[in-house]
């Protein structure tokens, strides 16, 4: 138990200092680069923060499991909203760029396109493939409107060296998230918690500690953007790559459940998302409440079935 009980509090320093060193090498890049900290959030810091995740879709898909992945994309997608922005608004109004809303409408609509394809029971190889030529288009469009070429000069340092950090970063909060989470699990069984209460809570709240603490810790930083930029474009990559690579290895045979509750679910919190920042520019207290009430609900039909 001693041994668990190290490893918990490592994985947690690195969350913790990981967090930091990310998010400013964030804020340092978006300078660097000219554009919006949302945008890099958006793109960099997702994928950063969610690399991981399609890596073992992938894996899991390969060894015949592909349905985990998309029970993982949607599920964190899902907490990502209601649980990681409910509890930094709480902290702080998380007050966004005048055009965050239409990412966020953006992700609504791929997410609305993927249970379309959920529809007959199956996504086969061929709509995993339209997932991720999708995204590669999304990349494309971002680059074209925001990334100009020439616009780098040394007064705004190294963005280079700083991808890299933040990077580097991403990845040490990525590992510390496992070492909390297989040293909680461990310890739990030790305790005799049950094996739902360990999957129901540590472990999905676990595959979305890396957004939860660089999202908290840029709201801390009072840096918003990165915050709620970080959460929309982890979500876009849930369920553009995570569930496209996995579904192009593997066809996934879509699990009722999630099709018929937690997706709708899910689809309701985008919604939700996208018209407080379109009408109000900002993920206020009051809806911070409402994701939390909503992500306690989903916790609650977990339990009960």
Do not use: C
Not at 17 to 23: A, E, N, Q, T, W
Not at 178 to 193: I, N, P
């Amino acid at each position: 138990m001693i041994v668990e009980i190290v490893a918990f509090i490592v994985g947690f320093v690195f969350l913790i200092k990981g967090s930091d060193f990310f998010v400013e090498a964030a804020s340092r890049v978006a300078k660097g680069f000219g554009v919006s900290e949302f945008i890099i959030a958006l793109v960099l810091a997702s994928i950063a923060t969610t690399l991981p995740e399609v890596t073992v879709s992938a894996l899991a898909a390969y060894g015949g499991n592909s349905g985990i992945a998309l029970g993982n994309a949607i599920g964190s997608a899902l907490a990502n909203i209601t649980l990681i922005l409910g509890i930094s608004s709480l902290i702080l109004p998380l007050n966004v760029e005048a055009t965050a809303w239409k990412n966020s409408l953006f992700m609504v609509v791929v997410t609305a396109y993927a249970a379309f394809l959920m529809y007959d029971g199956t996504i086969s190889r061929l709509d995993g493939a339209s997932l991720i030529l999708i995204y590669f288009g999304f990349l494309y469009y971002l680059y074209r409107k925001h990334m100009v070429p020439g616009e780098m000069n040394a007064g705004r340092g190294n963005p280079k060296r700083d991808v890299l950090i933040m990077l580097g970063s991403g990845l040490v909060v990525v590992v510390g998230a496992r070492l909390v989470v297989d040293s909680a699990v461990t310890l739990a069984r030790e305790m005799g918690v049950p094996e739902v209460v360990i999957g129901l809570t540590l472990v999905s709240i676990g595959t979305s500690l890396p957004e939860l603490t660089n999202s908290l810790m840029a709201t801390l930083k009072k840096l918003p953007n990165i915050s709620v930029g970080n959460i929309i474009g982890a979500n876009i990559l849930d369920v553009l790559m995570v569930i496209g690579i996995a579904s192009v290895i593997r066809p996934i045979g879509v699990d009722p459940g999630i099709f018929s509750f937690t997706l709708p679910l899910t689809l309701v919190v985008m919604v939700i998302l996208t018209l407080s920042l379109r009408f109000t520019g900002k993920v206020s207290r009051v809806t911070g409440v409402v994701f939390l009430a909503i992500y306690s609900y989903f916790l609650y039909v977990q339990f009960s079935t």
